[in-house]
């Protein structure tokens, strides 16, 4: 049995003939809109940046047997001031848990502690971990706690941009190589697109911004670049096939027959991250959101951005002839 047959296993029809060039006015405009909301969304409401952009401390424990970090993360909730983040770290019995910086007023509310400062609030929060699981933990040990400072902060918030903008860099400089200017300029205003929409998502939820979230802006950087080089590789292909087309038609015939293959790469690695946000706990919560948002806008910038673009940079017809 020819499984291909079977409408049911379809995702798409395999040839389709949307006019997706028609809609770029559209598609320009509301990308526009959504990038004003996000820069406005930043300076207005910020970002709920998290403990490696804030400053906390950073507790790794030991258990006899293996971890139960939920259990951890139960025992501590309630009695921590401050961000809370449990999660595994090395082998199966050990933990890292890191707390929010948090000040002297936030110390003085709980009962039986007291702090002069922001400094002395952090070795407060160092005891009421270390009070709170020798209770509920016997035998547990205590391999590092160190506090994270507001400058080693400010190092690795100013660590992430560049790296987020060495990658677009990069990024242009690979497209320009491999096809013409008026690709990269494409692609990197597509890019740009979804690192912007992605930092306003943070900003409208109020999800945590924190190093991993770094990490996913890379990868849906990555993702992204991905799919623009199969619809820009078809287009190229298409221009050197159909020389006598106009331009319009062609960018719509590359699109449509790149489709198929974008929605379903999508569909499979959205499922993917679905389940990671709903089965992976609060420590993958902000990655896996910031996954799932970053796959949804690479997938739109790619067809209704990065290729449209071209009609705007002017990209040249014979651009097609040039081998890889």
């Given at each position: 049995?020819?499984?291909?047959?079977?409408a049911?296993?379809?995702?798409?029809?395999?040839?389709t003939?949307?006019?997706?060039?028609?809609m770029?006015v559209?598609?320009?405009?509301?990308?526009l809109a959504?990038?004003i909301?996000?820069?406005?969304?930043f300076f207005?409401?910020?970002?709920?940046?998290?403990i490696?952009?804030r400053?906390?401390?950073?507790?790794?424990?030991?258990?006899?047997?293996?971890?139960?970090?939920?259990?951890?993360?139960?025992v501590?909730t309630?009695r921590?001031?401050?961000?809370?983040?449990?999660q595994?770290f090395?082998?199966?019995?050990?933990?890292?848990?890191?707390v929010?910086?948090?000040?002297a007023e936030e110390i003085?509310?709980i009962e039986?502690?007291?702090?002069?400062?922001?400094a002395?609030a952090q070795q407060?929060?160092?005891?009421?971990?270390?009070?709170?699981?020798?209770?509920a933990?016997?035998?547990?040990?205590f391999?590092?706690?160190?506090?994270i400072?507001p400058?080693v902060?400010?190092?690795l918030?100013?660590a992430g941009t560049?790296?987020?903008?060495?990658?677009l860099f990069?990024?242009?400089v690979?497209?320009?190589?491999r096809?013409?200017?008026?690709?990269?300029?494409?692609?990197?205003?597509a890019?740009?697109h979804?690192?912007?929409l992605?930092?306003?998502?943070?900003a409208?939820?109020?999800?945590?911004?924190?190093?991993?979230t770094?990490?996913?802006?890379?990868t849906?950087?990555g993702?992204?670049?991905?799919?623009t080089?199969?619809?820009?590789d078809?287009?190229?292909e298409m221009?050197r096939?159909?020389?006598s087309l106009?331009?319009p038609?062609?960018?719509?015939?590359?699109?449509?027959?790149t489709?198929?293959?974008?929605?379903l790469t999508?569909g499979?690695?959205?499922?993917?991250?679905?389940a990671?946000?709903?089965?992976?706990?609060?420590?993958?919560?902000?990655?896996?959101?910031?996954?799932i948002?970053g796959?949804g806008?690479?997938t739109?910038?790619?067809?209704?951005v990065a290729a449209?673009?071209?009609t705007?940079?002017?990209v040249r017809?014979?651009?097609?002839?040039?081998?890889?």
């Amino acid at each position: 049995m020819n499984l291909s047959n079977l409408a049911l296993v379809r995702y798409l029809p395999v040839e389709t003939e949307f006019g997706f060039i028609r809609m770029r006015v559209g598609a320009f405009i509301l990308s526009l809109a959504l990038i004003i909301g996000s820069v406005v969304a930043f300076f207005t409401l910020g970002l709920n940046l998290g403990i490696d952009f804030r400053g906390g401390t950073a507790i790794e424990i030991s258990t006899e047997g293996p971890a139960d970090i939920a259990a951890v993360r139960e025992v501590l909730t309630g009695r921590v001031p401050g961000d809370l983040q449990v999660q595994g770290f090395g082998a199966e019995n050990e933990v890292l848990i890191r707390v929010g910086q948090v000040t002297a007023e936030e110390i003085n509310a709980i009962e039986g502690y007291s702090a002069e400062d922001g400094a002395a609030a952090q070795q407060v929060v160092r005891q009421i971990v270390q009070a709170a699981l020798i209770e509920a933990f016997p035998g547990i040990v205590f391999d590092r706690m160190e506090v994270i400072s507001p400058q080693v902060s400010d190092e690795l918030r100013v660590a992430g941009t560049i790296a987020v903008l060495v990658s677009l860099f990069l990024m242009l400089v690979y497209i320009w190589l491999r096809f013409e200017w008026q690709y990269s300029v494409g692609a990197v205003l597509a890019l740009a697109h979804d690192v912007i929409l992605t930092i306003g998502f943070f900003a409208v939820t109020q999800l945590q911004f924190n190093l991993p979230t770094i990490a996913a802006i890379l990868t849906i950087v990555g993702y992204s670049m991905n799919d623009t080089v199969v619809v820009y590789d078809r287009i190229r292909e298409m221009f050197r096939k159909y020389k006598s087309l106009p331009t319009p038609q062609v960018l719509d015939m590359a699109i449509n027959a790149t489709l198929s293959r974008t929605m379903l790469t999508s569909g499979t690695t959205l499922a993917a991250l679905l389940a990671m946000a709903l089965l992976g706990g609060p420590a993958l919560e902000g990655f896996a959101f910031a996954l799932i948002w970053g796959v949804g806008i690479g997938t739109y910038s790619s067809i209704f951005v990065a290729a449209p673009l071209l009609t705007v940079t002017g990209v040249r017809r014979d651009s097609g002839d040039r081998d890889d």
